[in-house]
Each structure stands twice: as C-alpha cells, then as structure tokens.
C-alpha cells in the first residue's frame, strides 16, 4: 500500500506538469492563429434552437461590405453548456444564449463587458413567447394556464433545472397565474399542482418536443418558435398563446476577449437589420426590430416579461437556487404527494 | 454535456493492471510513462471532481447527497445498476457460449453485432428504444418513462461487457479436460461446475463489474427514456446534469463521487472475492 501511494503522489505531480506543458503549447499556437490573407475568422457560439436561422444570417452578412471577408466557426448546443464552455475558455467573438443568467456568467468572468444590454433594443436580438402546444384540434381544449391542471391532463415542459430554457415556461405559468388574480402563494401553488400533471420532465426543450410529438401527454409548454419550428417540420400539433403570458427574450454580444472586435460588432449590429430580424422572424422569432415580417405575430393583452418578478437575479434564487428554491421544493414535493 | 464518464475508465482500468502485473522490459522508464498517462487521464481529473466535492466541507458534501432528490437518483442508479449487471451475468455467458460452442447459424453476423451498442451514441440508443417501447409503441410494448425503462437502456448500452470478457476465455478453453471428466462419468452440469464454471468465473465477474460501472454512469439513454421525474424515474447522471445547469457543480461532484466510491467499493470486493476464491482452489 505504502509503494503504491507514492506510485500515485508521483504519477499525480508528473501529470500536472504534463498539463502544464500542454497548456503552454496550446497557448501559443493559437496566438499564432488570427487573419490569413485579409480574412477574419469570426467564432459564433449560440444556443441550439436559431441555428437553421443563422445559417441564413451569417450567408447574407457575408454579402455586405462589412461582411465581405469574414469567415464564421459557428458552435451550436444546449444554452447552458454554451456559457459554460467559454466561460471555460471556448473561443467567441459572438455568443447568443436563450436567457439572460447565462450571458451573465460571462460577465461575472470578465468575459462580456457588463454594459452588453445598454444599447437600444436591451441587448436583446429576438423574442419569442411561451405557448401551450397542443395535439392538431386541441381535443382537450386546452388554452389557458388554469387547463393545464384539470384531471387527466398530462403536461410536458423539461425539467428547470437540467434546461434553463424551461425556466421561462415555468415563469410564465407562475406569472399567468398572478395575472389571473392569484396571490404569489396561490402561483407557488398552481407550479406545485402542475408539475404533478408532468409525467415526464425532459432534459431539454427539444427532447420535450420529441416526447411531446413522440405521442405523450396532452399539452406541451414550449417557445412559440420552437412550436412554429415543430409545424413548419409537419407534426400534427397547435399550439395557443395564452392571454397572459411572458415575453422570452435571447440576449447576444460581443466578447471582450474578441481578436477581431470591429467585424464582430458589425455582425452583432447586422442581426438587428431587416434582413436578419426578417430571416429569424420566418424561423419563428418574433423580431425585435419591427421588420415587415411575412409572418404576423399577435401580441398577447397580458404580455408580461421577466422584469415584473424583479429580473432574473431574483427570479433565480427565488424559484431556481437548487436547495431552497421553489422549484426545489416543488421537486422533493412530487415523491411525497400523491399524483393525479 | 455528459456527466464525467470517469466512473467507467476507473472501472475499466484494473483488470489491465492485473493481467499486465510484470512488464517484460524496462520497467521504470515504461512505470513512468504509464504513471504520466494515467495521471492526465484518470487520476488528476477524478482527484479534481473528488476535491471539488467538498468545497463546502464535509457536513456540506453530506446535504448534497442526501437532499431528497440527490439521494432518490443514487438509490435508483445503484439498485438498476445490480439488476442490469446481474442479467448481463447471465445472458452475457449464455451469449459467449453459444457463440463459441453452439454451430447457431448467423453466428458470424451475431458476434459483429454484439458490439454495436458500444459504437452507436447512447443517446440515439435512447430514443430508438424509446420509439420502439415507448407511448406509440408499435410493439404494443410501453415501458418508457418508468424504473422499467432505465433497466432497459441500461441492458442495452452494457450489453457487450460480459459476452466480450468471457469470449475470449471459452475460446482457450481446453475441452480435453472437459472430455477427459465426462469419460470418467461426470454428468453434464459437473463439468460445467468443476471445470468450465471455474475457469470462466474470473471472467464472468470482471464483465459483470464493467458493466455495473458502466450503469452507473449512464446519461444518454437514459435521459430519454426514464421521463426524469425526481424521486421516481431520474437517475444519478441526469441528477449531476441538473447540479451542473443551476450552477451547483459542488454538489454534481458530491453526487459523483458517491458514484466512484461505488464503483471503487464493487471493484475492491470483486478483488478480494477472487483472491479468497483462488487461494481456496
């Protein structure tokens, strides 16, 4: 035992020098990187659902002078893991992420400047609304945020803590609820009641959707672009935008740390021209420049948005810290009662 | 992002070790080597999530894994993890024999088939299965979101295992022995239990353990097919995903080292039953 202990003291120490010298190398061939003959290479990292979207952005961009010489690495994945692999240190002179706390790890990193939201549009480059999807016909009638817990109707939102996107559909829930005259205990209690109507709390929006098309459950929450997205693919699904519901809003910028500043400027500037807001508006966005869409998109009479609860500093400790937010709660709630 | 798959080289690791005891050449410049390599890629990275772990000290460890939520995925994981490696224990070698003993037709196509549960990503094997034995099952087979389901994925993903330790053994196998006892009168299941059982078990067991650490770890498919309710259908990996996405990565590193002293504790036990089984022969 004696030996083999020593065996792994050392083994330790020599792989941590090890390490050492494969950061060092790594450093330095990327410094070595950078423009090649007049191109930029501009690195996009964003969360999943705009991607089709960007494609489209990015083809157009190119074709302006600003655009003219630069090259784009994009990145795609679940939001959360975005923010949390260049906080790690992934290269970006873009991000755009589905909520706001993930651009915020970035600031808290030194990673974004903290005035990324100061221009006019908040920083914020598309909206989007949580709706209730239902099966083609809403046999059920399902329309409102009081539907959604009658008996026998199974619900699909992913679960919040493994999904920060699915914290917007439980905020809209919470906040429709208080719009329809409940009291902040009486919303914390309609969460508790329907998440007793989820049957199965997926890992992320898209998974939900897999189930949810996958023939499980009643009705689904979910972004109205991910619900546009899911017609546009030909399920068999409808959707309803409740009356009070929370407007979703995806923040983009520019990193700090950003070889190339000006070009991704332009671009992030780019996102909010007509033609970029027009592109994300046919994905299902609602643009946040008003573009003459080819698309229409009702505004609810009780939009809401995250500000009403105090932001999403409040928002998260309040409903998402994984201890003793009400979610949690809810959560270690759904053993011990019974269901349905 | 995955949860640390770390729980499975651990895992993988010391059955190598022991079959590898002495190095025919020299042995401190390939011991160094070996040392470098296993620190960068096992132990300085399981030395961080361990460390990690308590930050919060120990009392703080201790509530991250026994919050209710935490606790239910472990018990869930471990328990469907025994199952799986049991069943695998026994198709396994029922698998490895008829595919080196029995002249099935389609052996050949059997044999390459068997390890494409490793090759194919869990995550499509999740929803495969779950398109298969799920709500619109056109089996009429609805095992999705329940305990049930977790089982299944887990049988599939660890399926290789213990048909691919015990192949190789059965094939060295010496069959004179075999012949040589049933001549002298040995009925069927004597030579099974006085000649194969015992040659094969070391094997049987090594497999059996992969497996179960390999369980324990799973996230892919299962996150499809359990429905993730905590408490009831969520296991420990997608538990950790959730630590992870509300920034609690103290606590998925608490939850994960639960796992590997798991895994640890399986490994060292195999280990010792096999020493006491060896010294006993």
Known sequence: MGTSRKFATAGIALGAAAALGLTGCSGSS????????GKVKLSLVAYSTPQA????????????PAG????????????????????????????????APDMKRLVDANLVAPTWDQNQYKGIVTDSVVAIVTRTGNPKGIKDWPDLIKPGVEVITPNPFTSGGARWNVMAAYGGTVAEGASDAQAQAYLGTLFKHVPVQDDSARASLQTFTGGK?????????????????????????????????????????????????????FLYTDTAQKIFSDNGYRPVVAADATRTFPTPSGLFDISKFGGWDAVTTKFFDATNGVLAKIEQGLGVATTK | MSPPPSSEIAAAAPPRWRTARRLPFGTTLTGGLLLIYLSVIVMIPLGAVISRSTDSG?????DQVTAPTAWAALKLTVVASVIVALINLVMGTLIAWVLVRDKVPGRQVFDTVIDLPFALPTIVAGLTLLLLYGPSS?????????????????????LPFVVRTVQPVLLELDRDMEEAAASLGASPLTVFRRIILPTIA?????????????????????????????????????????????????GAAAISTVLLVVALVVLVLLNVIQRWVARRD
Not at chain 1, 217 to 229: H, K, P, R, V
Not at chain 1, 231 to 256: L, R
């Open chain 2, 58 to 62: 120990w009392s703080g460890f201790w």
């Open chain 2, 202 to 250: 070391p094997a049987m067991a090594a497999g059996t353990t992969l497996a179960f650490a390999r369980a324990l770890s799973e996230f892919g498919s299962t996150v499809l097919i359990s429905g993730n309710i905590p408490l009831k259908t969520q296991v420990a990996a997608v538990n950790i995903f959730g630590q992870i996405e509300s920034d609690n990565t103290t």
């Open chain 1, 30 to 37: 990327a410094s070595a990187g950078g423009s090649s003959g």
């Open chain 1, 68 to 99: 003219k010489n630069v090259e784009f690495t994009q990145s795609y994945g679940a939001s959360g893991d975005q923010s949390r692999a260049v906080a790690a240190g992934l290269p970006a002179d873009v991000v755009e992420f589905s909520l």
């Open chain 1, 53 to 64: 979207a960007y494609e489209k952005i990015i083809a157009a961009f190119q074709k302006t």
């Open chain 2, 138 to 158: 056109p089996l009429g087979l609805d095992l999705a979101y329940a305990r049930t389901g977790v089982v299944v994925a887990l049988l599939f993903v660890t």
């Open chain 1, 217 to 269: 459950g009643d009705a689904l929450l979910s972004y109205e672009n991910d619900a546009i997205f899911a017609q546009q693919n030909g399920q068999a699904v409808d959707y309803t935008v409740p009356d009070n519901t929370i407007k979703i809003e995806n923040p983009a910028a520019v990193t700090s740390t950003s070889k190339h500043p000006t070009q991704a400027k332009a671009f992030l500037d």
